[in-house]
């Protein structure tokens, strides 16, 4: 009998963890191991991918890094899907609505900078950005929200799987390849405009730059929050995207 690939098991077992769920729905502590698990034994070589491939390569002086996002499965539970950033290349701080997020790095080393919701804050605590300070100064200017880092260091393949939940975990994060790097996604349920699951992306403030009326920080623990405002899409977050192409695609 021949085994199942890695691709496959890793089809199975979103199959397994994922049906019961629905948005905000979080799979149950068992689950969530056993797919970290077959996760954490991913090897770049499980998906034809290498450092030397041509999506790996630098961009030129001057070019905006060109990110690759290749498809391999996406249904109304979950959905599979590799991103490949060349040196330099970014993916802007952005949410994960009702998700629960595994994401892998392949290879490569990646800045990962998350945040969380601040919920014990008053609900009406928000700031205005200043048009001095703001990123968009031509544009009606959103309310930013506090937020609590999550995460903010440099990962280098091989590394455990990092997992985000609706509100912890780092639901809003950014990636910044500072080598070229490859990190395989699995997102359930997946982003849906229709079931209200879009993809916000940010801008992020430290919280020295803004000053709100009766909000006190513990003191020293001001560098571990900031203020979050919405934002468009980036127009130079250039994502190109391929479907998986290997003979081994999952069977479902």
């Not at 996406?74 to 290349?89: A, N, T, V």
């Not at 290879?107 to 900078?113: A, D």
């Not at 919701?117 to 700031?127: C, E, K």
């Not at 609706?166 to 910044?176: A, I, L, Q, V, Y």
Request: hydrophobic share 35%.
């Amino acid at each position: 009998m021949v085994s199942a690939s890695p691709l496959q098991k890793l089809y199975n077992i979103c199959n397994e963890v994922f049906d019961p769920c629905s948005a905000g729905i979080i799979p149950s502590p068992d689950n969530i191991q056993k797919l970290k698990a077959v996760l954490d034994d991913f090897k770049p070589a499980d998906v034809g991918l290498s450092p030397e491939m041509p999506h790996s390569r630098a961009s030129g002086a001057g070019e905006t890094p060109v990110i690759r996002y290749i498809h391999i499965h996406e249904c109304d539970k979950f959905s599979i899907g590799i991103f490949c950033l060349p040196p330099s290349g970014v993916i802007p701080l952005h949410n994960h609505p009702g998700m629960t997020v595994f994401s892998k790095l392949l290879f490569g080393t990646m800045h990962i900078k998350s945040y969380d919701w601040v919920v014990d804050v008053p609900p009406s605590t928000s700031a205005v950005v200043s048009p001095s300070k703001s990123r968009q100064p031509d544009v009606q200017q959103p309310e930013a929200r506090l937020a609590k880092v999550k995460v903010n260091s440099n990962f280098t393949a091989p590394c455990n799987t990092s997992i985000l939940y609706p509100t912890d975990g780092g639901n809003m994060h950014c990636f910044t390849a500072v080598t070229a790097c490859a990190v395989l996604d699995v997102l359930g349920p997946p982003y849906s405009d229709s079931d209200g699951r879009h993809c916000q992306f940010y801008f992020d403030f430290p919280f020295s730059n803004i000053s709100v009326d009766g909000l006190s920080l513990p003191e020293g623990g001001k560098e571990g929050y900031a203020w979050l405002q919405e934002r468009k899409k980036p127009e130079d977050l250039i994502v190109v995207g391929e479907l998986y192409g290997d003979p081994t695609t999952v069977e479902t």
